[in-house]
Structures are given as C-alpha cells and as structure tokens.
C-alpha cells in the first residue's frame, strides 16, 4: 500500500491489484456527520444526503447526469451519517477520472433542484402517509422496535409523513454543503486494477486540491444506545395466526481484535444452535436469526440480536429455548464441533475474501480509521486460533450475562 498526504492534508492510501482487469473502487471518510447539529436540526441533516443526491452533480441535475455517463462505468455516493460524512464509489479504469470529477464536484460545486427534490420528498411523504393510515402489523412492530431498542432517543425516532412534509430542501442543502465545504480530516482508500505513478497526478488534481482549513473534525457522542437493565414489550396487531420476536443483550466491551473476533464467533455459533433447536429439532421458527454486531465508535458497545417468527403458541417456550442455549455457551463454552463448523467457514471465506477488491476496501479502511496495523490484514485467519472452548465460554460470561436483555415481540390482537 502506497500512502500520501497532499498539502491540503487529505490522505489518500492505494492498493493495486490484478483481481479483475476493469474495476477501481474507493472510499473516503471523516468524523462529523449530523451529530454536530441540535435535535431541531436532526431531520434536515439526516436528509442532506438524500436531497443533495436528488440534485445531481456540479452543474448536471439527474436526467442530465444520466445522459452525460451513458456509456461510462463509474458511481460516486456521499453521505452525511450519525457520526462521519462518507464517500463511496467505483469505477472501470478509463473512467476513474469521470469518478474523481464528481467526488470533487461534491465538495466544491453543489446546487439544489428544487423541482426534483420536491417530488422525492412528496413521494417519501406520500408512502409514509399510506402506512400510516393503515398500518401493517410488521410497520407497528418495527416501529416499536426502533424505538425501545433506541431508548425512544428523538434522533431514531421512525420518521413520519408530518416530519417528512416539514424538511426544508434549502436548509438540507446549506449543512450538506457546510459538512463537505472543508475537506480536511478525509482519508480516502483506492484498490484495484491501477499503477500507482500514473493515479498519483489524477489524485493530486482531484483530491489534493479539495477546500481545506487543516481543522481537527471530531464527532459527538449523542448516547444513542439501548437502555439498561431489562425491558419487554409485547406489541398486539392484526389478526393473522404467527408472532414474531426480537431479543436483544447488549453493553460496552473491551476494543481489540481478541474479544472482537469472539463476539463474531459466538454470533455465528449461536446462529447454528438456534437454527439447530428451534428450526430443525422443535421445527418451530422460521429461519431463525443470531448476529453479535460490536462498532468502537462513538463508545465501543455491542449487541447480540436474535429473531424469528413462530406460532403464538411457542412464543414462550422458544424465547425459553434461547436463552437456555445461551446459558449452555456460558456454562460449558461452544463445542468443538460447533467451533470446527465456524472456523472451516471463515477459513474458507478468508482466502476467497484475499482475491476480492471490497474485500481490502473494507480492511484497510477499517484498519486505518482504528489505527491498526494494516500489514496483518493477509494473516487475519490467524485470530481464529483464539476460538476455543474456554475463550468462548469466558467471553459468554463476560457479554452475554443478559443484565441488559430486551424483549419485544408481536401477537395477533386476540391473544
């Protein structure tokens, strides 16, 4: 990997490689976002992306745009997120600078369409005006869901048609402008079928000359987490014979490669167990789910999340069986059966994920924004060797001790 820093201070790292004959792909990214702005301002900020994409890009609104990349290959994204403002793109290697000439454009050369954007807005406003009159039980449920998963924070709120019809498109536009006006602080990553010398000068006049005041940019920590202690809602919609159900553990944990690539395997562990018990043994669910997520940022928190759909029946007595299946992983560890399963699985996904582009897209960008050593990247197999019986049965102890457990689940009306 080649790593630059242009005098505006933007940083740029690049990653050749011969995976496939036609394909660049990128990204960039910077702390910020909307959590910069008061609880007023939530809504506009959230939405500037969506507003600034309906506009176009530099002097072209959408339908020209479509016209002028007939025949290239090449996609730009950027996004105003909670806690950073981000840029996605990729293209084949005759385009790269079609790419770089609207990720410039983002930053420096951005108008409002008005006409475009007020149909989006009216179509969002429209559909959620629908749902709203008549709610689908699954509508009622996720809502609920958003809402004590987030511990009814105003900034996760589920939107509505009122706040949708409420957003100011001028106001969105100023904070997408205001966020991407000054570029310091981005890190950008490129891997893919390039040679470094000759992308260095398309770089420098595209990203080295980006707008930028040499300014630290931090995020804030809006404390958007679940709440604490134990939580349970049962939600009564519809008329249909079939519930369906969500389980939450979650809290802070240590940061670091050893616990984060534990929690991964409890997750994926726990998903075969479930699948095990509740689908194949009891054949009472319907595709049942278990995922551990963990982000360092804003705090290093993680959350287990599992759900399935079942009879209203068997609510109970699989909730029941969930938790007993946890408990198994926190007495006795996961079996060496289970963990030979998983790490085969990721063994064998790694060495496919070493010939993939968005595979070291995703690493090194990863890596970078941590700090972290990018040269362990080639041997990240080798944290699997701490899955084991007795790490996994300390990490259970450690995590998923259900001290903070939410419950929330959806039953026709008449039970």
């Known amino acids: 990997v080649t790593e630059l820093i242009f005098e505006n201070g933007v940083k740029v790292n690049l990653k050749p490689t011969d995976f496939k004959n036609d394909e660049i792909v990128f990204r960039g990214s910077r702390w910020g976002g909307s959590s910069l702005y008061p609880d007023a301002e939530a809504d506009n900020a959230t939405y500037s992306s969506f507003i600034a994409s309906n506009s176009g890009n530099g002097k072209l609104t959408n339908p020209q745009l479509t016209k002028f990349m007939s025949g290239k290959v090449a996609r730009v994204s950027v996004s105003v997120d909670g806690i950073s403002e981000r840029v996605s793109g990729m293209s084949n290697v005759k385009d790269l600078e079609t790419a770089l000439q609207m990720v ?32 689908t039980p699954e509508k009622v449920y996720s809502d609920t869901l958003q809402s004590v998963v987030y511990n ?31 570029a310091s602080g981005f890190e950008f990553t490129f891997v893919g079928n390039f040679e470094v010398e000759k992308i260095k000068p398309l770089l420098a006049t595209y990203l080295g000359s980006l707008p930028s005041s040499g300014k630290t940019h931090e995020y804030k920590d ?9 939580v349970s809602k049962t939600v009564k919609k519809g008329s249909e014979d079939k519930a369906n159900v969500t389980l939450l553990v979650s809290g802070e944990y240590q940061p670091g490669e050893s616990d984060e690539t534990l929690l991964s395997a409890l997750g994926e562990i726990l998903q075969i167990k479930l699948t095990e018990k509740l689908r194949e043994e009891e ?21 287990l999340m599992v759900g399935f759909g079942c009879a209203p029946a068997n609510v109970e007595k699989l909730i029941a069986l969930t938790q007993t299946e946890i408990g198994k992983i926190r007495e006795n560890g996961a079996t060496p059966e289970d963990i030979e399963k998983y790490v085969n699985n990721k063994k064998l ?17 990863d890596k970078y924004q941590k700090g972290e050593d990018i040269k362990t990247i080639p041997t990240g197999d080798k944290a699997l060797e701490k899955v084991t019986v007795e790490s996994t049965k300390a990490m259970a102890q450690k995590y998923l001790t259900g001290e903070n457990f939410i419950r929330v689940v959806l039953l026709p009306e008449d039970k």
């Open 104 to 135: 410039y454009n983002k930053f420096t050369n951005n108008h409002l369409d008005k006409d475009v954007v007020a149909g989006a807005i009216g179509n969002q406003r429209d559909l959620l005006a629908n749902m709203e009159a008549t709610p």
């Open 283 to 303: 054949g009472g669910v319907y595709s049942p789910y278990a995922r551990i997520t963990y982000s360092r940022f804003p705090s290093a928190r993680y959350q």
């Open 152 to 182: 009814y924070h105003p900034r996760v709120r589920p939107m509505t048609s009122a706040r949708m019809a409420a957003l100011n498109p001028e106001r969105a536009m100023e904070l997408f402008k205001e966020r991407l006006a000054d």
């Open 222 to 230: 809006l404390g958007i987490y679940p709440p604490k202690g134990k």
């Open 349 to 365: 996904n790694f060495q496919t994920n070493l010939k993939n582009n968005n595979y070291w897209l995703s690493a090194l960008a």
